[in-house]
Antibody, heavy 122, light 107 residues
Framework: QEQLQESGPGLVKPSETLSLTCTIS????????WTWIRQPPGKGLEWIGL???????IYNPSLKSRVTISADTSKNQFSLKLNSLTAADTAVYYC????????????????WGRGTLVTVSS | DIQMTQSPSSLSASVGDRVTITCRAS??????LNWYQHRPGKAPKLLIY???SLQSGVPSRFRGSGSGTDFTLTISSLQPEDFATYYC?????????FGQGTKVEIK
């Protein structure tokens, strides 16, 4: 069964770096694109960025200066690092798989993890 | 960035009701539009992609329509498991952006 599972600390201090990992089960990281998305409390979903298995990554310009997404093909995992944290980075962080539709060049997120809450607080 | 605006932000409905949620893009996105359902504590679930294609395993009471800037998600007969928050999302350009969500609550 295909599944994504986020893991990482639930509490991080301001100015520090957040590190999260997404473990892929039932699929290979060499397939499709792999994405991080977050949702601050009471707010909408924000796309953070994605990575191809080749290691190429694309980031949301609003976070680009602070974000790194990387992949570990040997562990079938991909990771998120977000530095210079503030309270505004408090959110539920989701990993997701992005794939292209057979009907045309439309991309969609067809598999999501359940998310992990990260609180930025001293 | 392309802004996605959903309406209403929330609605109350009863089991068996027909529910319609709209999503408007700040510019034309052709049919690069997807819909998701999110129940608390669960992983978001893809319902509709390419504006009107039903994801495998999703009940046929869910229907998507529209193109350009205006899109609609319709639930023909609301079921107890459908009480959730629904999001539209564009994949026309990067960064991907989502609507703010529509919460469907029990009346």
């Amino acid at each position: 069964q295909e599944q994504l599972q986020e893991s990482g600390p639930g509490l991080v201090k301001p100015s520090e770096t957040l590190s999260l990992t997404c473990t892929i089960s039932g699929d290979s990281i060499t397939s499709y694109y792999w994405t991080w998305i977050r949702q601050p409390p009471g707010k909408g979903l924000e796309w953070i960025g994605l990575i191809y298995f080749s290691g190429n990554a694309i980031y949301n310009p609003s976070l680009k200066s602070r974000v790194t997404i990387s992949a570990d093909t040997s562990k079938n995992q991909f990771s998120l690092k977000l530095n210079s944290l503030t309270a505004a980075d408090t959110a539920v962080y989701y990993c997701a798989r992005e794939r292209i539709a057979a009907e045309g060049p439309v991309w969609y997120f067809d598999l999501w993890g359940r998310g992990t809450l990260v609180t930025v607080s001293s | 960035d392309i802004q996605m605006t959903q309406s209403p932000s929330s609605l109350s409905a009863s089991v068996g009701d027909r529910v319609t949620i709209t999503c408007r893009a700040s510019q034309s996105i052709s049919n690069y539009l997807n819909w998701y359902q999110h129940r608390p504590g669960k992983a978001p679930k893809l319902l509709i992609y390419v504006a009107s294609s039903l994801q495998s395993g999703v009940p046929s009471r869910f229907r998507g329509s529209g193109s350009g800037t205006d899109f609609t998600l319709t639930i023909s007969s609301l079921q107890p498991e459908d009480f959730a928050t629904y999001y539209c999302q564009q994949s026309y350009s990067s960064p991907r952006t989502f609507g703010q969500g529509t919460k469907v609550e029990i009346k």
